[in-house]
T-cell receptor, first 114, second 111 residues
Framework: DTGVSQNPRHKITKRGQNVTFRCDPI?????LYWYRQTLGQGPEFLTY????????KSRLLSDRFSAERPKGSFSTLEIQRTEQGDSAMYLC????????????FGPGTRLTVT | SQQGEEDPQALSIQEGENATMNCSYK?????LQWYRQNSGRGLVHLIL?????REKHSGRLRVTLDTSKKSSSLLITASRAADTASYFC???????????FGKGNQVVVIP
């Protein structure tokens, strides 16, 4: 069990560019979550997958954001036409299905939009 | 929107002392979890307490839950320098198990 991994760990991009992040969950976990965390705040839920199905999206997830989990394993989060307000830490977590299972978080991808 | 709110926001204690943090939430929950975050290890799950439980222990951690007051507390006993971190409470509502985090407590343990 290697834990949840995320790549890249850091991304600096210019406003207007597109960026894509990848998350590899723990292999036996069929739930995958994306959160966003800004400085001094707790993480905020963005979206989650049960296997390959995206079952819920937060209102924080504007049309510029899209997430996929094509084979029910790794997931990607793409931000199009980045804005300075998108600068944050993007966290991925995975868990088993059902209520009450803990989520295991990856180290996050820190995005800086200049 | 943030579900939980921790109090106090920042705490500085001497090694060996106990640290207590509180968290309040607004809606009915399935369970409440506490996480720790530091720059070295990211966000790490500490303990989960279900809505029908009142107290839970794990090592040096003690969590209480009062659903009538919609509040929880986390006690760290005999603190160590390695406990220096931000501590977040998070609630889950509904079957998707998504977490709603508070703003966090910054705890500094002075050796």
């Amino acid at each position: 069990d290697t834990g949840v991994s995320q790549n890249p760990r850091h991304k600096i991009t210019k406003r207007g560019q597109n960026v894509t992040f990848r998350c590899d969950p723990i292999s036996e976990h069929n739930r995958l979550y994306w959160y966003r965390q800004t400085l001094g705040q707790g993480p905020e839920f963005l979206t989650y997958f049960q296997n390959e199905a995206q079952l819920e999206k937060s209102r924080l997830l504007s049309d510029r954001f899209s997430a996929e989990r094509p084979k029910g394993s790794f997931s990607t989060l793409e931000i199009q036409r980045t804005e300075q307000g998108d600068s944050a830490m993007y966290l991925c977590a995975s868990s088993q299905s059902g209520v009450g299972y803990e989520q295991y978080f990856g180290p996050g991808t820190r995005l800086t939009v200049t | 929107s943030q579900q939980g709110e921790e109090d106090p926001q920042a705490l500085s204690i001497q090694e060996g002392e106990n640290a207590t943090m509180n968290c309040s939430y607004k809606t009915s929950i399935n369970n409440l979890q506490w996480y720790r975050q530091n720059s070295g290890r990211g966000l790490v799950h500490l303990i989960l307490i279900r809505s029908n439980e009142r107290e839970k222990h794990s090592g040096r951690l003690r969590v209480t839950l009062d659903t009538s007051k919609k509040s929880s507390s986390l006690l760290i006993t005999a603190s160590r320098a390695a406990d220096t971190a931000s501590y977040f409470c998070a609630t889950t509502i509904g079957g998707n198990n998504r977490l709603a985090f508070g703003k966090g407590n910054q705890v500094v343990v002075i050796p």
